[in-house]
């Protein structure tokens, strides 16, 4: 079964720094495109970032470019998301997803496992 968890969530100060993780199970990870999503209260879920299968290509949604990094080490079946300047609209809950035939899509229909999301809250 494949299962993605995510970790790392807690509350920041605005302008702190935060890195949460995704842990990949019951997949051959390398497979994957893998994605970032976060999902505010009231708000539909919205793209963050993605990067391609080994790695090489990362990819961002405007409002996050210079400020979040995404990174994965296919060795761990791990994937992460630096978060650097934080701000309170980052606020919400962070979800990885894997998407087996796209890289770097910004389309949440493309991915097709999720994990149970891992809540990040910036203060003010």
């Known amino acids: 079964q494949v299962q993605l968890v995510e970790s790392g969530g807690r509350l920041v100060q605005a302008g702190g720094s935060l890195r949460v993780s995704c842990a990949a199970s019951?997949?051959?990870?390398?497979?994957?495109?893998m994605g970032w999503f976060r999902q505010a209260p009231g708000k539909e879920r919205e793209y963050v970032a993605a990067i391609s299968w080994e790695g090489g290509s990362t990819y961002y949604a405007d409002d996050v470019k210079g400020r979040f990094t995404i990174s994965r080490d296919n060795a761990k079946n791990m994937v992460y998301l630096q978060m650097n300047s934080l701000k309170p609209e980052d606020t919400a809950v962070y979800y990885c997803?894997?998407?087996?035939?796209?890289?770097?899509?910004?389309?949440?229909?493309?991915?097709?496992?999720w994990g149970q999301g891992t809540q990040v809250t910036v203060s003010s």
């Open positions: 997803a894997a998407a087996r035939y796209y890289s770097g899509s910004s389309y949440a229909g493309d991915y097709e496992y």
């Open positions: 019951g997949l051959t990870f390398n497979y994957y495109a």
